[in-house]
């Protein structure tokens, strides 16, 4: 599986819906009146610095809500998925 998803494209360039769905939880989305998640595609030498400034990158982002994702995404960047406030 890893090989398929380096054949097929870098993060930022391609669909990863299905792997999404296949790896995520249920209560690891959220999509409420008020809340929504939003995955952030983040190359894996930068995760260290993503995690300690994504909380203010913008008010709307939910403290500490950044999830690390579909674990086979690693060897190519990181697929985190974080809360934001609805405005």
Not at 46 to 51: G, M, N, R, V, W
């Amino acid at each position: 599986m890893i090989d398929e998803l380096i054949a097929s494209g870098s993060l930022l360039t391609r669909d990863f819906t299905k792997e999404v769905k296949e790896k995520l939880k249920a209560e690891e989305l959220i999509e409420t009146e008020f809340l929504t998640s939003l995955f952030v595609v983040v190359p894996r030498n930068e995760s260290k610095e993503f995690q300690k400034s994504y909380e203010s990158l913008a008010e709307m982002v939910v403290p500490r809500s950044a999830l690390y994702g579909c674990g086979d995404f690693i060897l190519i960047g990181s697929l985190l998925t974080v809360f934001i406030f609805l405005i």
